[in-house]
């Protein structure tokens, strides 16, 4: 082998792994933590997104286990970066067993989402990508549990994270 054809193999192999190292192989996992900041059964304490080239999956956390007919999850996802909740994905205990789905604001639903359990204290939803229509914004999540029984989101009945704005997403 010439010192041509020697340094030619290396630069050919350099270039092969900045090329393979530039192709993103789907998002590493992101999260943040909530506070154990509310007196009930469903209170936030990990949160996490991740996706891949079709799919964006949510991971929630709470402190205490739940079981499946206690999960009323809702992630209010603001598409346009205005502050404001453009759609929901949500997950909650219905026809006697969990059922997610992506919705607008006026609870049309735009498509399937798949809930999974993740532990005792966890449950990972799963949706179309297509379905955002956007690849970076922002969210937040609600746990919502119905002391009262009206099936409404009162005061006291919810815990949010983050506790004030969104948690950024770029897919």
């Known amino acids: 082998m010439t010192w041509k054809q020697r340094g030619l193999v290396p630069g050919g192999i350099a270039l092969l792994l900045a090329a393979s190292a530039a192709i993103p192989a789907g998002a590493e996992p992101a999260s943040f933590s909530d506070p154990d900041d509310v007196n009930l059964p469903l209170d936030l304490k990990t949160l996490t997104h991740e ?12 402190y205490e286990a739940f079981e499946d007919r206690q999960a009323d999850f809702k992630w209010g996802l603001d598409k346009n970066n205005d502050g404001k909740v453009d759609s929901y994905v949500s997950v ?37 990508r297509d379905l955002l229509g956007t690849a970076s914004y ?9 002391t009262n029984g009206n099936e409404e989101d ?18």
């Open 92 to 128: 909650e205990w219905e026809d006697n067993k969990l059922v997610a789905k992506v919705e607008d604001t006026k609870e049309n639903e735009l498509g399937p989402a798949t809930p999974q359990r993740a532990g005792p204290a966890a449950l990972r939803i799963s949706f179309s």
């Open 51 to 62: 996706h891949s080239d079709t799919t964006v999956t949510y991971t929630v956390e709470t």
């Open 154 to 171: 009162d005061p006291g009945e919810t815990d949010l994270a983050p506790d004030s704005g969104f948690q950024p997403h770029r897919l």
């Open 138 to 146: 922002q969210y937040w999540v609600m746990a919502v549990t119905d």
